[in-house]
Every structure is written in C-alpha cells, then in structure tokens.
C-alpha cells in the first residue's frame, strides 16, 4: 500500500467509519493495476444515518452567517494549498494523470473553495417596488440538504465544485465520488473537517452508484440533486429527480467540435489541439474531439497533429516528463478500443495510434483518425478517451452544421483571425461554452454546463449558486 494514500472511509456524522457490515471493494492504480486501497461499500443504513446526519447539519449550518461559512471554507482552501503535494500525489495515483497536471488542479480548485467563499457574502435578494404601506422582498435562501454525485475523471476538482458551492450556500450536502477515485474527494473533506465545518454539514458515502442514487434522491430529507458525469448515468438520475419533484444541477458529456478556418495558421493551431486532445488521456467532458479544418489547411494540420500526437511521452505519472498517463480503468480503454476498431473496420483511416501500450495498466497510444465516414459511432458516441477525428471542409456554414449535427452541447472551439467568423461562430454553434483560438472556459469565474444532451443548469461564476439556493417572497404590509 502507498504510504501517502488516505485512509479509505465513509463520513458520516463528523465522524470516519467503516460500512456498517464491514464489505470493501477494492481501488486500484490504473498504471499498474494493483490494489492501493479498499474502500467501504455503505449500506442502506449508513446512507440513512448520513441523511439524518445532514438534516441536522443543515439545521445549524443554514443559520450560520455567510462571512463564518466564507471563513470555514477560507480555512480548507489553505489546507488544501498546503496539502497539495499528498493531494496531488494522491490524484496521480488514483487516476493515472501525470502529477504536473494534478498539482494544477489541487491549485484550481482552492480557488474554487475561495471562489465560493465569496461569493457566499453576495447572494443578495431585492425589492420590488409595491403599493404605499405595502413592502415586497425576494429573498435567497438555502435550498435545503443536496445529494451530489461526481466522477472519477476530476477526482479533486469536480467534488471541490459541489461541496463548497452547497457549502457557501448555506446547504448541508450528502455526496457519492467516484469509487474509483475516492481518496481525492476524502483528502478534501478532510480539509474541510479540519478547518472547523459542524458535524453532518458534510457526508460522504461510497458503494453501489444505484443504490445510492436511489435512496438519496427518494429521501424527503434531499431536497436538490448536482450530478456531473455520463450522458446515460444522467438520464436515469434525472428521471428520478422529476418523479420526486426534485430540481437538479444536471453536467453531462460532450463531444466537442473544433473548427479550423482558412485564416488560422494550421502548424500553432495542430500543436495546440493536439497537445490539449490528449490531456488526461482524452478524460475530459470539454475534450476536444472532432476536428473540422479547412481544405486548404487540412493536409498541413493533419501532418502536424499526427506528429505531434506520436511525440507525446505515455507512462506512469509519476514518471518526469510524461506528457499522458493511463485510462483511468480497463472499461474504458475496452469501449476506446471497440470504437476505433468499428470505425477503421467501415473505413476509416488510422493514421497513428490504436493500440495498448506494454502488458500492465491501461495505457493507450494517443489516437488519429481520419475518413471517418457518416454513421459511425464513433461520431455520435462520446469517446472520453485518447482519440482525435479529424475531417476537412470547405464552407464554414457546412462546418457548423456537422459541429452541431450531434445530441452533445458542452463545448465547442474554433480558430479564425476574423472578428466576424468568431462572432458567427459563438453565435451559430449550439453549446454551453464557445472558445476561441484557445481550449480554456471552465474557470471558477464564468458559467458552465450544457445544452441539449449536454445537460442543463450553471456551475461557477454569478451562477454558482444555481441550484442551491430557492428564491422567496416576503410581501409586508405595515398595517391593515
């Protein structure tokens, strides 16, 4: 066992347990499949005890003044920054990611706890103007208890998102990570625990996803559900939130199209594709995926992306200067591998790539295909892994059409030196989030969240409180 590997455990209460009739499952290192922790399987009971856990907690935690819950999660964000060696290391192993990129989002999400902290000291309400003698408040309030759901793919960030928000809000949370990543989320509960957040404000439970699920959102005690994670996982979360009248916070998957114009420069625009596509191994909702180039360009954009994708270092993250880890688990390198198969078996063209790499882990080569024809999966399914597809065009207006011919809404990015082409484009492509000759747009500080199959509801910037917060009016006449 890895010495700097948290203890694996429920929270429930202020307090860490194992599940209450004892049963683990067992975490493993993506690089090397070995088992580097067991994680407690909660029952019905324990996911019982946390609800009735953070029904108390939110009793007290809503009456708590904003600037004490700012400070609270002031206190963990510091804790995270001086843990951020454990929490990355931590990431790394659980994931596979090289550590550069974990300490880069230990850093990003302590300034999403402060983010939130702030902006917990401005959920202002308002008047609204009325009759004389007559006073109309709309006032903001805790939501109430949230039951949060997260992947494994951001295994430090994606839970920071949920926690503090509700946090900030003024909410207690019950929250389910991932199973395949829990030491990330424990390592920043812990954070929080130690910088002084009330027993039960926060729960964290691990097990069955379906039967977690199930319980949380029936419970009368839940009143509001945040989910990021699958298209298909959503739906069925989904469904069970409106049979409960549930509202819910719902950040689904993408297939992100990328358009290169006649004006961009192909080299700088490949480079940077190329080296964004296969970050976290491809593992990313906002991934770029699909890219369109200009007929002029293709060729030049082609040879410098494939060049680029066979240069890249792939092995432990651990290793100095491994540029892409491995798939975070042996389904999805699986469901990779079918995708490109099906697609070269009807005729598309592998121009580097497909392959596993060595005989432990789930490292896979960093993929390019070209040709795809119309009606493979590959082009309608989420590939949520390391393979690039790129197709030549030769009018923007048809660009478009097949960057937005897919049920997927989260993201799109585009490459032109034209102020009007990027104005068209952000105002044509159907998505959530439009980026223009770069690959950011998830910050702290601006909205995210889908269209379409992409989900729906804002997480971040003015709008992170979406969902966390119900609106109430209190109308006031002085007298009768």
Not at 113 to 132: K, L, T
Not at 178 to 191: K, M, N
Not at 316 to 335: H, I, T, W, Y
Not at 358 to 372: A, I, Q, S
Request: hydrophobic letters at 45%; charged letters at 20%.
């Amino acid at each position: 066992m890895d010495t700097l590997y948290p203890k694996l455990a429920l929270l429930i209460d202020g307090e860490w347990t194992a599940a209450s009739d004892g049963r683990t499952r067992d975490v493993l290192n993506p690089a090397t499949e070995d088992v580097i922790g067991r994680l407690p399987v909660a029952t019905e009971q324990d996911i019982t005890r946390a609800l009735r856990a953070a029904e108390r907690g939110f009793a007290l935690w809503r009456r708590t003044a904003p600037a004490a819950r700012a400070a609270v999660l002031v206190k963990a964000a510091a804790l995270a920054r001086e843990r951020t060696q454990a929490i990355a290391h931590t990431i790394t192993l659980e994931l596979g990611k090289p550590l550069a990129e974990s300490l880069i989002e230990v850093d990003r999400l302590a300034v999403v706890f402060e983010w939130h902290a702030a902006e917990a000291q401005r959920a202002y309400g308002r008047i609204v103007p009325a009759a004389p003698g007559l006073q109309n408040n709309v006032i903001r309030e805790p939501v109430g208890v949230v039951a949060a759901f997260t992947p494994w793919n951001g295994p430090g960030a994606s839970p920071a998102r949920k926690m503090t928000a509700a946090l900030a809000a003024g909410c207690a949370i019950v929250i389910k990570p991932a199973e395949e990543t829990p030491g990330s989320a424990i390592a920043l509960a812990q954070c929080l625990v130690d910088a002084g957040l009330p027993a039960g404000v926060l729960n964290m439970v691990f097990g069955d996803p379906a039967m977690i699920s199930a319980q949380l959102i029936a419970s009368p005690i839940v009143r509001a559900i945040a989910f990021t994670g699958s298209v298909p996982i959503g739906r069925q979360l989904a469904t069970l939130a409106a049979q409960h009248l549930k509202p819910a916070i719902m950040e689904l998957g993408g297939h992100a199209p990328v358009i290169v114009c006649a004006d961009a420069d192909p080299v700088a625009a490949a480079r940077l594709s190329a080296k964004t596509k296969y970050r976290n191994a491809g593992q990313i909702c906002m991934s770029p995926t699909r890219f369109m180039v200009h007929e002029s360009l293709y060729e030049r954009f082609v040879e410098t992306f494939v060049a680029t994708a066979k240069s890249l270092r792939v092995g432990s993250g651990f290793e100095a200067g491994m540029e892409m880890g491995p798939l975070a688990n042996a389904r999805r390198r699986d469901a990779i591998e079918k995708l490109i198969t099906q697609a070269v078996q009807q005729g598309a063209r592998l121009r580097t790539g497909g392959e596993r790499i060595g005989e432990r882990g789930y490292f896979f080569t960093p993929t390019v295909l070209t040709d795809v024809p119309t009606g493979c999966d590959i082009l309608q399914t989420e590939p949520f892994g390391p393979v690039a597809l790129i197709s030549p065009f030769s009018d923007l207006d048809e660009a478009i059409a097949r960057a937005n011919a897919t049920p997927y809404g989260l993201s799109a990015y585009a490459f032109t030196d034209s102020a009007s082409t990027a104005h068209k484009l952000g105002n044509e492509l159907e998505c959530g989030v439009v980026s223009i000759n770069h690959f950011a747009g998830a910050g702290h500080d601006t909205p995210f969240g889908g269209v379409k199959d992409s989900g729906y509801g804002r997480e971040g910037g003015a709008d992170c409180f979406e969902g966390y917060l119900a609106q109430k009016l209190v109308s006031h006449r002085h007298s009768i």
